[in-house]
């Protein structure tokens, strides 16, 4: 298994839609997950992080599965605004992180 | 809102040229990173840097590379001599904590090196 796996996407959505995303990962051994996010061509943004059993932002949660090691992130009432790449993150060995390759959300009006 | 500032944002050099990328990361953060991107792929770590000396460092950081905190402010990457495949994005980023701890990121626009 990959150390992050996540779908590439794209995935394409109608503005006002519900979308989730699943990201794996192989260190079981790893305590705290985040959600970055990517503008094309831009730098990452933190997200969200994800410590324990989830967390919740407005229109964004997120949620860990130890058992199955994965993390979810679920945007309700997608804006256009959401479109992006959304990566994944977890920590390796150490204070190294590891990046997905992220998931491409376009929201369409 | 501070930020984290990187020059240039676009370099073009000859393969075997050195080249110096430099960042100002957030003045009051403790930990320095480099990462790259090359075009289409995934976000790669290169190395940290806490208190004047490498914390860690990934199996693309080889001898080529190097990282320097010239002074109190500047923290830059030097790429002794190019090849094609360090054509890439590369971003500086800084946190307050170790990435591991607190995972907060702050990167910089990215400095895009293209390798001729």
């Known amino acids: 298994r990959k150390e992050v796996e996540q779908d590439p996407g794209p995935f394409n959505v109608p503005e006002g839609a519900t979308v989730a995303f699943n990201c794996t990962y192989s260190?079981?051994?790893?305590?705290?997950f985040f959600w970055y996010r990517q503008d094309c061509r831009k730098e990452p943004k933190l997200l969200m992080s994800?410590?324990?059993s989830g967390n919740e932002d407005g229109r964004f949660t997120a949620q860990l599965n130890r058992a199955s090691q994965y993390i979810s992130l679920l945007i309700r009432d997608s804006k256009l605004s959401d479109s992006a790449t959304y990566l994944c993150?977890?920590?390796?060995?150490?204070?190294?992180?590891?990046f997905g390759g992220g998931t491409r959300l376009m929201v369409k009006p | 809102e501070p930020e984290v500032t990187q020059t240039p944002s676009h370099q073009v050099t000859q393969m075997g040229q050195e080249v110096i990328l430099r960042c100002v990361p957030i003045?009051?953060?403790?930990?320095f990173y480099w990462y790259r991107q090359i075009l289409g792929q995934k976000v790669e770590f290169l190395v940290s840097?806490?208190?004047?000396?490498?914390?860690?460092k990934s199996e693309i950081f080889d001898d080529q590379f190097s990282v320097e905190r010239p002074d109190g402010s500047n923290f830059t990457l030097k790429i002794r001599s190019t090849k094609l495949e360090d054509s890439a994005m590369y971003f500086c980023?800084?946190?307050?904590?170790?990435?591991?701890?607190?995972?907060?990121?702050?990167f910089g626009e990215g400095s895009r090196l293209t390798v001729l």
């Open positions: 840097f806490y208190n004047n000396e490498i914390s860690e």
């Open positions: 260190n079981s051994a790893s305590q705290s």
């Open positions: 993150v977890a920590p390796r060995a150490g204070n190294m992180l590891t």
């Open positions: 980023a800084s946190s307050a904590l170790g990435q591991g701890v607190a995972g907060e990121l702050f």
């Open positions: 003045s009051n953060h403790l930990y």
């Open positions: 994800v410590y324990s």
